[in-house]
């Protein structure tokens, strides 16, 4: 089992920047990939990025430039550095990770980007 835990999300304003955080824990050594998801109420949840256990990131295009996707294997924590947010950014995010044959996801951490 492969417990996660997000942080780090909050109220910002347009064009200001947030970190977060996704720690994993339990039996962690069998992770490859690390995933963040966003979701908004009605919507389907969208992949917003990925990191593979060699360090290869993709984004999805509304993100790519703005968002950085990285991990510490050392301290078992996935991040996401988001910079210049704008409104359409506003969502709960969740962290996934791929483990053992199957995805195991956090709980989510909500972010508003509002004025």
């Known amino acids: 089992q492969v417990q996660l835990v997000e942080s780090g999300g909050g109220l910002v304003q347009p064009g200001e920047s947030l970190r977060l955080s996704c720690a994993a824990s339990g039996s962690i050594n069998n992770i490859s990939l690390m995933r963040w998801y966003r979701q908004t109420p009605g919507k389907e949840r969208e992949l917003v990025a990925t990191?593979?256990?060699?360090?290869?990131?993709t984004y999805a295009d509304s993100v790519r430039g703005r968002f950085t996707i990285s991990r510490d294997n050392a301290k078992s924590t996935m991040y996401l550095q988001m910079n210049s947010l704008k409104p359409e950014d506003t969502a709960a995010y969740y962290c996934?990770?791929?483990?053992?044959?199957?995805?195991?996801w956090g709980r989510g951490t909500q972010v508003t980007v509002s004025s």
């Open positions: 996934s990770v791929r483990a053992y044959g199957r995805n195991y």
């Open positions: 990191i593979t256990s060699s360090g290869s990131t």
